[in-house]
């Protein structure tokens, strides 16, 4: 028995070819949902539409501090675990659900599978690059997407246990995009017609969290827009929406350049990916899928856990707030041949990751 532990929008896209495939093939599985989202918007309408059977467990830990909410979600599973006895447990990425999942399934001394192993921004204020190290340090498979994640864990003396297998997203990415392009409404919902248009995600804390931060970037984005003659889609995070009122910058972003809509579920956000000129995001998941979609992509950051994406030529960081700057590297990034390679597999992930785990009927 395989349990799945996730708890955020993320973790439930990249995991869904995995329980895809176990179901496919009649493997045992459950689902142990943390609750760290719980907003239908970040949760609820990606089981839906990526058909998803409903968790077997919900732990309901919601939002709390960090160390609260992975105690609590160490409590629930503790609970959870012991009733179902999995022969392992898995959980993917970097967040609060998979450092508790980690924990947990190593103090009860079960085999825990890491999705998406080995990926380091060397930001430690980054509050999942905490997460990546200490997951990593109790797997007993490190399930990398690429050779730069194997190579780094074995700079950590990390060797055991490694396989390069891709990563789940390509999997996920190209079978929705299909499903997106002929059922999403949402270029036309938007009004979108001819108008050009831009993709913004942001939720990282260093870009929201702080007041003026947020406000610059905002403002730089908006010129940015405006040189440029694109409109800005913005989908967005609950915690970049609460960061955005309490700062009382919602309104005077709400028209202009930008398109302010909630959260989108995934066939909207990936045809919106598709059609956009050009992706912007300090998401982790939207940096790939620029990526796997040829689609350019400037990343609103300092660093990025994924330099393959750099390395292929799609992606570029930029941590200022300068619209010049912002509106040459975008204009540069726009008219790119968009011919680069995807370093993230060719979309047999989840198969080789069950095929590993090797489970029984
Ligand atoms: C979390 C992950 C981050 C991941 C992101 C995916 C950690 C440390 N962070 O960040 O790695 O990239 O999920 O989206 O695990 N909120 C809601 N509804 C929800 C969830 C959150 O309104 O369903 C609001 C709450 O005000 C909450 C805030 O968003 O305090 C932040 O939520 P949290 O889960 O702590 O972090 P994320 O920013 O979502
Ligand atoms: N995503 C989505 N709707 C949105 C924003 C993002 O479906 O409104 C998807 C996106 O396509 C990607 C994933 O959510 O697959 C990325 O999640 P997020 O940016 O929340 O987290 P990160 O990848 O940074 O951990």
Redesign the pocket.
């Known amino acids: 028995m395989l349990a799945v532990v996730l708890g955020?929008?993320?973790e439930i896209?990249?995991c869904s070819p995995v329980i895809h495939e176990a179901r496919r093939r009649g493997l045992p599985f459950s689902i142990i949902h943390t609750g760290q989202h719980y907003t239908p918007?970040l949760d609820e309408i990606?089981f839906q539409e990526l058909d998803l059977p409903q968790p077997a467990f919900n732990l309901r830990v919601g939002s709390q501090p960090p160390l609260k909410q992975i105690a609590a979600i160490l409590n629930g599973l503790y609970d959870v675990l012991s009733d179902l006895k999995p022969s392992v447990v898995m959980a993917q990425?970097?967040?609060n659900s998979v450092l508790a999942g980690a924990l947990a399934a190593h103090k009860m001394n079960l085999p825990f599978a890491h999705l998406e192993a080995g990926m380091r921004s060397d930001d430690w204020d980054m509050p999942e690059e905490g997460n990546r190290v200490l997951a990593g340090a109790v797997a007993d498979y490190h399930f990398c997407p690429t050779t730069v994640q194997r190579d780094r864990l074995a700079r950590e003396d990390i060797t055991r246990g490694v396989h390069v297998v891709g990563n789940t997203?390509v999997d996920?990415?190209r079978y929705f995009s299909d499903v997106a392009k002929a059922n999403s409404q949402i270029c036309e919902r938007l009004g979108l017609g001819q108008q050009r248009f831009a993709l913004l995600?942001m939720?990282r804390p260093s870009n929201v969290d702080e007041p003026a931060r947020l406000s610059q970037i905002m403002d730089c984005l908006d010129q940015t827009a405006r040189a440029l003659d694109l409109k800005i889609v913005f989908?967005v995070?609950p915690r970049t929406e609460k960061a955005l009122r309490d700062a009382n910058l919602w309104n005077k972003y709400e028209s202009g350049s930008f398109i302010l809509i909630k959260?989108?579920?995934?066939l909207?956000?990936?045809r919106l990916?598709s059609g956009a000129q050009l992706i912007l995001?300090?998401?982790?998941?939207?940096q790939e899928?620029a990526n796997i979609l040829r689609v350019p992509c400037i990343t609103l950051r300092a660093n990025t856990e994924r330099p393959e994406t750099v390395t292929a030529g799609g992606n570029v960081l930029y941590a200022g707030a300068n619209s010049s700057e912002l509106s040459a590297l975008a204009a540069h990034m726009i008219q790119k041949e968009r011919n680069w390679a995807c370093p993230f597999g060719d979309g047999q992930t989840a198969k080789r990751v069950i095929n590993i785990l090797n489970l029984n009927v």
């Open positions: 955020t929008r993320p896209i990249k918007e990606f990425g970097d967040t997203i996920a990415s995600t939720h989908p995070h959260p989108m579920g995934y909207d956000l990936l990916q995001t300090d998401s982790g998941g939207v899928e």
